[in-house]
């Protein structure tokens, strides 16, 4: 009878010792379905998207000290600028009169792969007597949504073509700022006069988007 109930405690103490087992692969495997519902890039965009709400927008013309929300950006420019809104992957944006003094904006909405973009054409001295152009794309929207796309700007006439190629900079930051780092086309007085036909200057606009934000948006 004693060797009996050794035994008989001893199965009960595995069976208790292999459902506390299974509890705990239950809770391991429900703390591991949890950790993978949290998408720390969603956080991040959501953060960003947050932070755009409070973080005011400059007009990117020199001339006007507006400021406002990135949502009312298009707004603004179509309302108080005039700016038109050019619609396609591919454009041609014609400047004129580029022989006015600087500084002096010239500047142009883009509309395609469900963004608004803008064409900043400015002229400006960095270095007194010595005017230069400088044109930038930016994305009328967030840092990380800039990220996503390429832009090229063209120049060609007379047998001569001149490429740019790099990523729009989000609208939130300032134009100036774009200028000072160079990240932009920058072309002197001489080289924009090769491309120019009478005081006008044609640009070729294309964007595209990036693979790794195409990938991103499939899933």
């Keep these: ?51 755009t709400q409070v973080t005011p927008c400059l007009c990117p013309l020199f001339s006007c000290q507006w400021e406002g929300h990135l ?10 600028h005039r700016v038109d809104i050019l619609q396609g992957a591919e454009i041609v ?15 142009i909405m883009h509309s395609c792969l469900g963004h608004h973009f803008l064409l900043v054409l400015r002229k400006q001295e ?27 700007l063209e120049l060609n006439r007379n047998h001569r073509r001149l490429k740019w190629e790099a990523t729009p900079r989000s609208v939130l930051e300032c134009v100036d700022s774009v200028i000072t780092d160079g990240d932009c086309l920058v072309l002197n007085t001489s080289l924009a006069q090769l491309f120019s036909d009478n005081g006008s200057l044609a640009i070729g606009i294309a964007i595209t988007a990036t693979e790794v934000c195409s990938s991103e948006a499939e899933m």
């Design 71 to 80: 949502e009312v950006v298009v707004p603004h420019l179509r309302q108080t």
């Design 93 to 107: 944006f014609l400047a004129t009169d580029m022989h006015l003094p600087a500084p002096a904006d010239w500047i």
């Design 126 to 152: 960095r270095h007194e007597g010595h005017p230069q152009f400088f044109a930038t794309m930016m994305l009328i929207g967030t840092p990380t949504q800039a990220d996503c796309f390429t832009y090229r």
């Design 1 to 51: 009878m004693l060797f009996f109930t050794q035994c008989f405690g001893a199965v009960l103490d595995l069976i208790h010792l292999r459902f506390q087992h299974y509890k705990a692969k239950r809770v391991f495997a429900a703390a591991g379905q949890l950790v993978c519902v949290v998408n720390p890039t969603h956080n991040l965009k959501q953060a960003e998207l947050r932070a």
